[in-house]
């Protein structure tokens, strides 16, 4: 437990980097949220734990982001943090989460009537009270961990009052899970309805009828760019039967892309994946299968957001080299890159074989573009 908490607070660092400079200690806006929902079960074998509704609590914190171009490409966009109290409808066996999150806010939509469309994406750490126990809660068999990742992706459209009050509604889609670094991981998954009231408290700054009518800039000026990059992945996988007997085993992975971006925002990318996952060779009790077997060998696409030095991605992999194949030839990505330096990057993701989490990747990767 010591070791996937560690791990995954330092997941949370990596992917908050960005959120350093936006001084969300003198925020601009303030936004309380009540979101009612329900606990999503995504497999046949999580139908037990649906019960009740779910619910939840949420104050953010945002700032608007200090930069000139920026705010221009992307319509005056903004950071931020949130502390979020929620369950999942089943306070019994699944409990309650605590998390905090730093997101990124991008309007996608405002008119000279005070009516915005906004897209928020968070990342961040979640504390859930009640985990599987072979004793005293074997009826949980989603989550094994009481820290986990969180991840969320909302819709939210405001309507402004006047300069300094608003309300929120929208939908969102948040996902815990522990990235299969302690057993079970089938993860939680929550769909909600927002509803939100918020403080302005810089009006010049926020100015909900700045750049009216404007869904996407124009890159006219843009010139296309070129980049090939190298990235060095660990992480640790946690397999067995059941929890009290499973083992974390080694994961080490090379991840060598090529990407091209047209647009200021959006980038299209390949590349291939070559894999050590050490977990892979004991899959499979009664197998032959000897650790030359385990390398894996993948070839993926797929397409990157841009948002000042951050990048996030998805990508659609096939293993062309799997000998033991433990959960298909297809698997996926979804990873966050931020650029410290011109070339060097952090990297984490979330890479699975569509529903089934694989393990988290934590990497650091140079980049030559032109």
Not at 45 to 71: G, Q, T, Y
Not at 276 to 294: G, I, M, P, W
Request: proline share 4%; with cysteine.
């Amino acid at each position: 437990m010591r070791l996937t908490g560690l791990y995954i607070i330092f997941l949370f660092l990596a992917n908050s980097g960005s959120l350093v400079h936006s001084q969300v200690v003198k925020p601009d806006e303030i936004t309380y949220s009540f979101k009612g929902g329900i606990f999503f079960a995504h497999r046949p074998s999580m139908n037990h734990l649906v019960k009740r509704n779910a619910w939840s609590h949420e104050i953010s914190l945002v700032r608007n982001l200090a930069d000139p171009e920026m705010n221009q490409i992307f319509n005056q966009p903004k950071r931020g943090l949130t502390f979020e109290a929620r369950n999942f409808g089943n306070n019994e066996v699944l409990g309650h989460a605590f998390s905090i999150s730093c997101f990124n806010q991008m309007n996608l939509f405002s008119n000279q009537k005070g009516f915005m469309l906004n897209m928020r994406i968070a990342t961040g750490l979640g504390y859930i009270t009640k985990t599987y126990d072979e004793f005293e809660n074997p009826k949980n068999n989603a989550i094994g961990s009481h820290l986990n990742a969180k991840v969320a992706l909302s819709f939210t459209a405001r309507k402004y009052f006047n300069s300094k009050y608003y309300m929120d509604f929208g939908a969102e889609f948040n996902h815990f899970s522990n990235g299969s670094l302690t057993t079970p991981n089938l993860g939680l998954n929550s769909p909600s309805l927002i509803l939100g009231i918020g403080y302005n408290f810089d009006e010049k700054n926020t100015d909900p009828y700045r750049n009216a009518g404007n869904f996407i800039y124009p890159d006219t000026n843009s010139k296309v760019k070129h980049e090939f990059y190298a990235t060095m992945i660990g992480s640790i996988k946690e397999i067995g039967e059941v929890p009290y007997e499973a083992q974390r085993y080694r994961v080490g992975a090379i991840k060598l892309g090529y990407g091209i971006q047209p647009f200021h925002k959006w980038s299209f990318e390949g590349g291939i994946d070559i894999i050590y996952n050490e977990a892979n060779l004991y899959k499979y009790r009664d197998s032959t299968f000897t650790s030359s077997d385990v390398p894996q060998v993948g070839v993926f696409l797929g397409f990157g957001f841009h948002f000042n030095k951050s990048v996030l991605a998805v990508n659609y992999g096939y293993y062309l080299l799997d000998k033991i194949n433990p959960e298909g030839r297809l698997y996926n990505r979804i990873g966050y890159r931020y650029y410290f330096f011109d070339h060097w990057y952090g990297a984490f993701a979330i890479k699975a074989n569509f529903a089934r989490a694989d393990y988290f990747e934590l990497g650091i990767g140079y980049s030559i573009q032109r």
